[in-house]
């Protein structure tokens, strides 16, 4: 069955950049439909879909977010990364990992990861 899992720092200082990983098994990044994303969820508030990129690599963002984001992907490890730079503690939040459809569904999430941003 497909798991995706995110890993990277738990602590960033305001200022630098975010870095994140998420490794996927049972599944390819590569295949056909499916579109590989970054979600997150400050502390209190609702979901935010930060972007994705999608089997072909091309590479989707939030307006909102585009500037300083950064999306990519290691297919030889099946592997996909985020980069949010400039970050501040307003980037605080549980960051996901997420398998999406063609239409947007998300069937398979990974547990996610609290990043604090603090000096």
């Known amino acids: 069955q497909v798991q995706l899992q995110e890993s990277g720092p738990g602590l960033v200082k305001p200022s630098q950049t975010l870095s994140l990983t998420c490794t996927v098994s049972g599944g390819s990044i590569t295949t056909n439909r499916y579109y590989w994303s970054w979600i997150r969820q400050p502390p209190g508030k609702g979901l935010e879909w930060m972007g994705a990129i999608a089997y072909s690599g091309n590479t989707y963002y939030s307006p909102s977010l585009k500037s300083r984001t950064s999306i990519s992907r290691d297919t030889s490890k099946n592997q996909f990364t985020l980069q949010l730079s400039s970050v501040t503690p307003e980037d605080t939040a549980v960051y996901y990992c997420?398998?999406?459809?063609?239409?947007?569904?998300?069937?398979?999430w990974g547990k996610g990861t609290l990043v604090t941003v603090s000096s």
């Open positions: 997420a398998r999406e459809g063609l239409y947007g569904g998300r069937d398979y």
